[in-house]
């Protein structure tokens, strides 16, 4: 196994395409199949599987890619450092649940990275899927909250991947609603003062289950459910519909101006907001100052 072997597997999962990788490489097909081959027969492991629509990566494959980004990540710093005069294109990526805060530090990472090339990726997704990249190490950082209800479930979730959760900040449960809304004076909300209004929740996919929600009491039967897949359509809801999601109590005004309010909810129940870190990566110089910023966000919160 060599560096270019890795180089040229990265390209044909990008490209799901031995051809267009193979243009890419500047080199030929039959050469470029050969090599994934000899790799795939030096790791006895299957990368990807062909068809005549192209390639797909197995989920071992999926991991060992991921383990091989990291590998060329770092030789091209040390390259970067000690060989080149050029400075190379610095690549991170971050998956997270729909926080404010983390795109917020997000921000912060691309001031003090302040290089002239970059690709960072800021991916909010799906509770399972979030997960998913930090194991295959697509993500060096995950985000995502525990409560009560499903801590057990994806602690264990988390251990069979080897991967390990730290937490940021804890806070109680808020109802997130118009300033207009009926319940927007009222101190503090009760559930079922909320039984006539349309629940608003992020929906999760293949992998539905009320483990991987983003808004703690998914198992509560409610009359009116709307899901949605991000944070505008949400807001839009909120303010047209009325409607409402339960999430953290963190939402910062500049947002949606003073438009959107959010009110303490009559609840036994803590949500522990944190990060998800394979454990046998250490973390690069981008994830310690990602991390950092998060940090100074969640002492704010």
């Known amino acids: 196994m060599n560096l270019q072997q890795l180089k040229y597997a990265l390209e044909v999962a990008s490209k799901g395409s031995m051809n267009e990788a193979a243009k890419s490489l500047f080199i030929s097909q039959p050469s470029l199949s050969n090599a994934i081959k000899e790799l795939e027969k030096a790791i006895k492991v299957t990368l990807f599987i062909r068809t005549n629509r192209g390639v797909t990566v197995t989920n071992e494959g999926a991991e060992f890619l991921g383990y091989a980004r990291q590998v060329l990540q770092q030789y091209n710093m040390l390259e970067e450092k000690y060989i080149s005069e050029k400075t190379a294109k610095q690549h991170f990526s971050i998956s997270t649940q729909h926080y404010t805060f983390a795109a917020n530090a997000f921000v912060e990472l691309v001031k003090e990275f302040g290089m002239s090339e970059y690709e960072f990726t800021l991916r909010e997704t799906k509770t399972y899927e979030i997960i998913e990249d930090?194991?295959?190490?697509?993500?060096?950082?995950?985000?995502?909250?525990?409560s009560k209800y499903n801590e057990s479930v994806l602690l264990k979730l988390l251990r069979d991947r080897n991967i390990t959760f730290s937490e940021l900040f804890t806070t109680k449960p808020h109802v997130f609603i118009s300033k207009k809304h009926p319940l927007a004076n009222e101190e503090s909300i009760d559930l079922d003062e909320l039984e006539d209004y349309p629940c608003l929740s992020f929906e999760q996919g293949e992998y539905n289950s009320f483990y991987f929600s983003e808004e703690i009491l998914s198992t509560r039967s409610v009359k009116k459910s709307i899901k949605v897949s991000d944070r505008?359509?949400?807001?839009?809801?909120?303010?047209?519909?009325?409607?409402?999601?339960?999430?953290?109590?963190?939402?910062?005004?500049?947002?949606?101006?003073?438009?959107?309010?959010?009110?303490?909810l009559n609840v036994d129940e803590v949500i522990r907001i944190g990060t998800i870190k394979h454990s046998d990566v250490t973390l690069t110089r981008l994830?310690?100052?990602y991390l950092d910023a998060l940090r100074r966000f969640a002492k704010e919160l």
């Open 232 to 264: 505008a359509a949400i807001v839009n809801f909120m303010i047209g519909l009325n409607g409402y999601t339960i999430s953290s109590g963190v939402f910062p005004k500049y947002l949606h101006g003073d438009e959107i309010i959010a009110v303490p």
């Open 287 to 289: 994830g310690a100052i």
């Open 134 to 146: 930090v194991k295959n190490l697509r993500s060096e950082l995950g985000i995502i909250y525990l």
